[in-house]
């Protein structure tokens, strides 16, 4: 089957601590994106990727990084430096016409 | 930083009402805009993506119309069911190359 994963589907990180949350997709596109969601906010951007070894930062990049070594893989850590990590992350890919494919999510929390 | 401002927020109808939501984004620079629903527990799905000023695209009983000219998009829902209850996201894309800027959503809740 094509789409996205993304796991762990919950995640809890200590106070100082960096976390990976994993994105993959099968649907052979180029763009990836991360987002994050927040009770009663929108989908914000964190980072986007529209090429391999290429990202740009979205709208709260600050705290996160991100690494696109393979077209099938975006993998977004949370860093030490994010000061309120709890959160909803969403992963999303596109193609051409840019619409976007959504994983099922990875929901933060902080201990 | 460009907003994209959906209304209302929530919307409560029953079972065979008709109902619309707006999407309001920004009207100088215009790429694309897409509808999204997000049933819950489920990831967002594409409904409509619309590229053209009078664009209107239906799929089913779900309707959506584009006006980039005054930065304006209805989704409109027909006789709504139960299972449209979904929170309904509007994304802009002001050019090529760049990122979906979302809006918060309209969230919708139908009794039946």
């Known amino acids: 089957d094509g789409g996205i994963t993304q796991s762990p589907k919950y995640l809890f990180r200590k106070e100082g601590q960096n976390v990976t949350l994993s994105c993959e997709q099968n649907l052979n596109h180029d763009a990836m994106y991360w987002y994050r969601q927040d009770p009663?906010?929108?989908?914000?951007?964190?980072?986007?990727?529209?090429?391999?070894?290429?990202?740009?930062?979205?709208d709260i990049a600050e705290g996160y990084s991100v690494s696109r070594e393979?077209?099938?893989?975006?993998?977004?850590?949370?860093?030490?430096?994010?000061?309120?990590?709890t959160a909803f992350y969403l992963c999303a890919s596109s193609g051409p016409r840019v619409t976007q494919y959504f994983g099922p999510g990875t929901r933060l929390l902080v201990l | 930083i460009l907003n994209v401002e959906q209304s209302p927020q929530s919307l409560h109808v029953q079972e065979g009402d008709s109902t619309n939501f707006t999407c309001s984004f920004p009207s100088s620079?215009?790429?694309?805009?897409?509808?999204?629903?997000?049933?819950?527990a489920k990831s967002p799905e594409a409904l409509f993506v619309m590229t053209l000023n009078g664009d209107e695209k239906k799929k089913g009983r779900i309707s959506a119309t584009l006006n980039t000219k005054?930065?304006?998009s209805y989704l409109y829902i027909k006789g709504s069911q139960p299972e449209d209850s979904a929170t309904y996201l509007c994304a802009y894309l002001g050019q090529a190359g760049t990122a979906l800027i979302f809006g918060k959503g309209t969230t919708l809740s139908v009794s039946s």
Do not use: M
Request: hydrophobic share 30%; aromatic share 20%; no cysteine.
């Open chain 2, 70 to 72: 005054e930065g304006y």
């Open chain 2, 29 to 40: 620079n215009f790429y694309a805009l897409h509808w999204y629903r997000w049933e819950t």
């Open chain 1, 40 to 58: 009663g906010q929108g989908l914000r951007l964190i980072y986007y990727s529209q090429i391999v070894n290429d990202f740009q930062k979205g």
């Open chain 1, 70 to 85: 393979k077209k099938e893989s975006f993998p977004l850590t949370v860093t030490s430096a994010q000061k309120n990590p």
